[in-house]
């Protein structure tokens, strides 16, 4: 069975500093991994994803995420937060095979401070 | 290109009541799938759809149905609402086949309350 953790519930960080949030998934076979982002009351907006190839992912707003096949991990990351990044921060996991579907992790709240 | 629409934005229901949740995409993407995003468990799956007519049932899909008469539409219904369905409801849709771009697109919610 498929499934995402996010460690962490929480994470803040001040305004300029590098900001990483966890996580680790569990998928059989090769995972497709993805980062959404929710602000208040709004849905979800897509951030980045893995496929194949490269392990270090750009995606938008300057955020990256690196796959680590070995510890099963798919870390977001940004080298100097903004206070604009504040929001909910959703890892997920589908797995190659046809006509799987996604599973999402519980989310990170990421409150950046000024 | 209005991407995934969702209606109503709010809804409060009272207990047994029952009432059809609305989403419609333009891309003219084949999956379509609700899920129900509730405090501390993320997002979990409710029914979704590889095409017009074919339905399947997800992580929590009781007390919920499907239909897909088109590819556009992709309607929610509670059947009987319990305060237990209190939650803020998603739609999404993605590409199904090899080769796409993968990412699920998200409508912008419904909040639904059941007193």
């Known amino acids: 069975a498929q499934s995402v953790a996010q460690p962490e519930d929480q994470v803040n960080v001040a305004e300029g500093n590098p900001l990483t949030v966890k996580c680790t998934y569990s998928v059989s076979g090769n995972p497709y991994l993805f980062w959404y982002v929710q602000y208040p009351n709004r849905g979800l907006q897509f951030l980045l994803k893995y496929i194949t190839g490269d392990n270090l992912v750009k995606g938008s707003y300057g955020f990256e995420a690196e796959f680590n096949k070995s510890q099963t991990s798919f870390h977001l990351k940004k080298p100097s937060a903004l206070v604009s990044d504040s929001a909910l921060y959703f890892c997920a996991v589908r797995g190659v095979l046809y006509g799987q579907n996604f599973v999402f992790g519980p989310g990170t709240r990421l409150s950046v401070l000024p | 290109n209005a991407g995934v629409t969702q209606t109503p934005k709010f809804q409060v229901l009272k207990t047994g009541q029952s009432m059809t949740l609305q989403c419609a995409q333009d891309m003219n993407h084949e999956y379509m799938s609700w899920y129900r995003q509730d405090p501390g468990m993320g997002l979990r799956l409710i029914h979704y759809?590889?095409?017009?007519?074919?339905?399947d049932q997800g992580e929590v899909p009781n007390g919920y149905n499907v239909s897909r008469s088109t590819t556009e539409d992709f309607p929610l219904r509670l059947l009987s609402a319990a305060p237990s369905q209190t939650s803020v409801y998603f739609c999404?849709?993605?590409?199904?086949?090899?080769?796409?771009?993968?990412?699920?697109?998200f409508g912008p919610g419904t909040r639904l309350t059941v007193t």
């Open positions: 999404a849709s993605r590409n199904r086949y090899q080769g796409s771009s993968y990412e699920q697109y």
């Open positions: 759809s590889v095409g017009a007519g074919i339905t």
